[in-house]
């Protein structure tokens, strides 16, 4: 297959994802409602300083966008038969992975720049670093996309059970990764555990994107981010290719 075929295929997969998953419930509910909703209770009725919460916000937002799209989309074209339908084509595996990660890259990247608009304009929150900010967040959207498309790795044609493994993985990251607890507030355990989640490096790139503040150096957050998105990327190209050899 030419490189000019698979980029094709990549990109033919990703709009047919953006136009028919992008108004189903659980990618509105689990993408744009649950992060708001969750700040919001946090926030009201506590004496806090919002431009200091706002980058874990908005790191959270990301987070859930990205990898609300993935999940849902592989068993629910197992459920309607058309997963079948679509290997019929000329596509591999390997590009309909990364159209599934792209639609979910685009739909994170969408919903983090309205919500870091809306913070410019009404709260008054400044970037320090316009570059930085801007990689990173292409590079959380890869990730958290990559982790949205292996979270609907397992051979089940239910949407319910896979959404439910993705709540189940991707909830506790957000209370060990410095969202509504400052890493430099943790103790030693509860740093360890945060170090061993994507979404930790993130978080410390926007505290020091918008605050001017990180726990980490710059090169080691973006590092990390790479690292967990090879191997979310490595890891979902494999199991997707061995539940498909066990059978659809």
Same mark, same amino acid.
């Given at each position: 297959?030419?490189?000019?075929?698979?980029?094709?295929?990549?990109?033919?997969?990703?709009?047919?994802?953006?136009?028919?998953?992008?108004?189903?419930?659980?990618?509105?509910? %689990?993408?744009?409602?649950?992060?708001?909703?969750?700040?919001?209770?946090?926030?009201?009725?506590r004496d806090?300083?919002?431009?200091?919460?706002?980058?874990?916000?908005?790191?959270?937002? =990301?987070?859930?966008?990205?990898?609300?799209?993935?999940?849902?989309?592989?068993?629910?074209?197992?459920?309607?038969?058309?997963?079948?339908?679509?290997?019929?084509?000329?596509?591999?595996?390997?590009?309909?992975?990364?159209?599934?990660?792209? $639609?979910?890259?685009?739909?994170?990247?969408?919903?983090?720049?309205?919500?870091?608009?809306?913070?410019?304009?009404?709260?008054?929150?400044?970037?320090?670093?316009?570059?930085?900010?801007?990689?990173?967040?292409?590079?959380?959207?890869?990730? %958290?996309?990559?982790?949205?498309?292996?979270?609907?790795?397992?051979?089940?044609?239910?949407?319910?059970?896979v959404m439910? =493994?993705?709540?189940? *993985?991707?909830?506790?990251?957000? %209370?060990i990764s410095?969202? %509504? *607890?400052?890493?430099?507030? =943790?103790?030693?355990?509860?740093?360890?555990?945060?170090?061993?989640?994507?979404?930790?490096?993130?978080?410390?790139?926007?505290?020091?994107?918008?605050?001017?503040?990180?726990?980490?150096?710059?090169?080691?957050?973006?590092?990390?981010?790479?690292?967990?998105?090879?191997?979310? =990327?490595?890891? $979902?190209?494999?199991?997707?290719?061995?539940?498909?050899?066990?059978?659809?």
């Amino acid at each position: 297959m030419s490189f000019s075929v698979f980029l094709r295929g990549v990109v033919v997969t990703a709009e047919k994802n953006i136009r028919i998953y992008y108004k189903k419930a659980p990618v509105i509910i %689990f993408g744009i409602l649950f992060p708001l909703f969750m700040f919001i209770s946090f926030y009201i009725g506590r004496d806090i300083d919002i431009s200091r919460f706002f980058p874990g916000f908005l790191a959270m937002t =990301l987070f859930f966008t990205a990898s609300s799209v993935g999940p849902l989309i592989t068993p629910w074209e197992k459920q309607a038969g058309t997963y079948e339908r679509l290997l019929s084509y000329p596509v591999t595996v390997s590009t309909i992975i990364l159209g599934d990660v792209a $639609a979910g890259m685009v739909f994170g990247a969408f919903i983090t720049t309205l919500v870091l608009t809306a913070g410019l304009i009404f709260l008054a929150i400044s970037v320090f670093n316009i570059f930085i900010m801007v990689i990173s967040v292409i590079l959380g959207c890869l990730c %958290f996309a990559s982790l949205g498309v292996l979270l609907a790795s397992p051979s089940s044609k239910a949407p319910s059970n896979v959404m439910m =493994l993705s709540s189940l *993985v991707r909830f506790p990251l957000i %209370f060990i990764s410095g969202i %509504f *607890v400052p890493l430099q507030e =943790l103790g030693w355990t509860g740093l360890f555990l945060s170090y061993l989640s994507p979404l930790t490096y993130l978080v410390d790139i926007f505290n020091a994107c918008l605050n001017g503040t990180a726990m980490l150096p710059l090169a080691v957050d973006i590092l990390g981010l790479a690292f967990f998105t090879c191997i979310f =990327l490595v890891a $979902a190209n494999l199991l997707h290719k061995r539940n498909l050899i066990k059978g659809l």
